[in-house]
């Protein structure tokens, strides 16, 4: 079973930085490639980033290019989205998912194996 656990959201003022992370069990991060989402209030989820099964592609969202960093450890087997220069555009719940690929335009990412899972929230105020 895949099973992807997000954590180290949190409340940071505007131009801060957080660090999330998604922990994989049941399976091993080298063998997919992993997904960013996130949902704000009243939106609808987008896609945020992304990486591949072997870390050498990253994909972003043009809103996020340049702010924010995917990365991923497979010895902790653990992918990490660094958030930097936060926005409140940036709030929401953050979600990780096993995807079927990275592509570059991240709007496109398809992520048909398992569920959504209760995901991390991040709230950018001052």
């Known amino acids: 079973q895949l099973q992807l656990v997000e954590s180290g959201g949190g409340l940071v003022q505007p131009g801060g930085s957080l660090r999330l992370s998604c922990a994989a069990s049941g399976f091993t991060l080298d063998s997919y490639a992993i997904g960013w989402f996130r949902q704000a209030p009243g939106k609808e989820r987008e896609g945020v980033s992304c990486?591949?099964?072997?870390?050498?592609?990253?994909n972003y969202a043009d809103s996020v290019k340049g702010r924010f960093a995917i990365s991923k450890d497979n010895y902790r087997n653990t992918v990490y989205l660094q958030m930097n220069i936060l926005k409140p555009d940036d709030t929401g719940v953050y979600y990780c998912?096993?995807?079927?690929?990275?592509?570059?335009?991240?709007?496109?990412?398809?992520?048909?194996?398992?569920?959504w899972g209760q995901g991390t929230q991040v709230t950018v105020s001052s």
């Open positions: 998912r096993v995807v079927t690929y990275c592509p570059y335009m991240v709007a496109t990412m398809e992520a048909p194996y398992g569920s």
């Open positions: 990486i591949s099964s072997s870390g050498g592609t990253t």
